[in-house]
């Protein structure tokens, strides 16, 4: 299936996110992404939305998205390479 677009939207803006605080932590490392990289990038975005606070992962830390225990791993019901497709898409449009 495709993505729909206003998915397409939300991955963008959870990227610029993520994309911001791996900046913010690391200024003057250049960011050049690999497949393997945007699988993992969403793979913290999916973790930081759906894991409970209680998760040893946030220790003290507040989570970077809004918690949703419904949150898909793979939107819109994607397969692999439906998701990476989308995943390339979205980081080209994410500033």
């Not at 819109?76 to 980081?91: C, H, R, V």
Request: contains cysteine; hydrophobic residues 35%.
């Amino acid at each position: 299936m495709k993505i729909k677009p206003n998915t397409l939207t939300d991955m963008v803006s959870r990227l610029n996110v993520t994309l911001k605080h791996l900046r913010e932590r690391n200024p003057n490392r250049c960011y050049v992404l690999s497949v393997g990289d945007l699988r993992d990038l969403w793979h913290f975005i999916y973790a930081e939305t759906t894991y409970d606070i209680s998760h040893p992962r946030f220790n003290g830390r507040e989570r970077a998205f809004t918690y949703d225990p419904t949150f898909p791993l793979y939107p819109d019901g994607t397969n692999d390479t439906t998701m990476l497709t989308a995943l390339k898409a979205a980081y080209q449009l994410a500033s």
